[in-house]
């Protein structure tokens, strides 16, 4: 079956491409430069040739919100249907990069630059469509469960999409695309990536298996599945955190508590919270690596069992019992990070741990890990750099709009949703793909992907940086050119258009 990126080979179709007859139009909104028939879409399905005119398939998205203080909801631009001339404004209608259109690299003006007023301040928002080469996904997967060594390779039908990042708390981490991928490898590697982006960008599900690890199906703002098993909670935190939490909860009922973890393992007697608490060295030591006192690391390898390891059985983990020191009838507490896996041992007369039913107030202990366990979910979040030429559409002296932006005069969002713009050089933003509109990603056949992008600042500060002031136009003359989409505005997202243009990124 022939994949969609592969109906137009980027390399080829500039070259290729034969003057454009009355039935074919060539579309120049990225650099494949698609003939495209009367009736026909694009490589990309983005634009289509209707009646001889190069359209934009889907409609802008435009946003509304219901304004501070009134109690009902602003009546929404009925979908589907022309604006009927109602009173619109810049407190309660933003045009989003959903649908806009762009050109890349970018030679012309933004398709929207678009004015209102706001406190009292004139403001535009340069509305566009950013293609992306340099972009790529960065997940959260809240499950102490093993997906992988860190640097291995990420894979989605057996094509390499991205790797094994650094681990965080409680949470493992993927860095996905990327234009090596994008780009760098075989045109499969590039699709397959470029799929795979597009598809979680989109809030779609896709299942990804690592080298050396486990399969993992992910979707932002769901619970990963871990080999096919649902993952439920995040730990509470690690083995030593644990301790410190609950110790004083085990005082008087228990002799020993350790904490299974794959980070750090945690005895209770050995740890700093155990000698606050003045009590009696148990004499059971764990396999692995002494921290400091009470704390282990590598009592095991990573696995799906117990605390993120590979333990089945928790008594495989006691390296020794010194009889000096530990006694029979020892009450001891084994129990994972999480709470979902606890067994209760006490010490025979040869020092055995014996399995036995766990008291009441223990169980109590055990169930309260659980609770304090948040419901483990993917975090998708999108990354890409939006100061290469993109920035011609908005101004004629693009480090202009870098500095602006760096200097919290423009505001950046993405469909909307705000984004955080890392320090230094460049305009790098990352956005949390559900704070977005659904479906807001599409993609080119380069491989890249198509990010909304708007900037919101001032119109005396857009008309210092050199804009395109000639090409500004009134909120209802976008609504009266151009087939939009009206949604409802994501209430925790900052409103984006504030008179005040020292204004935070996000509130
Ligand atoms: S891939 Fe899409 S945006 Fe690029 S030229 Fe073809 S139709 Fe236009």
Redesign the pocket.
Known sequence: MTHPLDK?DPQDAPESAAPASSDVIR?D??P???R?RTGQS???D??ANIDGRLVRSDPLVILQRAIEGEKKLVPFLEPGKPWDGSVVSAANTFVTGIGATTTYPDYKPAPFIVSSKMEGVDMVTVVTEGIFSYCGLKLKIDTDRWLGPEQAAVRVDGEAVGHVTTAEYGSQMLALGGVHHLTGGSKKEGNATCDAMLALANKGAVELSIDGGSTVLVQAGKPPVVNGEREERMRVGCGSATIGIFAQQWLNHCDEVIVVDDHITGVLTEHQAGKFLDMKPAGIRVRGRKSTPGRYFKVAEPGLGWGGTNVEDPLSIIEKIDPKTAWPGLRLLMVSTTGEDAEWFVLDADLKPRKAPMPGPVRVVVERIAENCEPALCSVLFMGGAGGSLRAGVTENPVRLTRSVKGAITRVTCGGAPVYVWPGGGITVMVDVLDMPDNAFGY??TPALVLPIEFTMPLAAYASMGGHTGNVVALEDVLRSAPFRAQAWRDPNPWPIKGDPHGKQSS
């Open positions: 137009v579309c909104a990225c494949v430069l698609c495209i694009g490589a990309c983005r634009y080119v056949p």
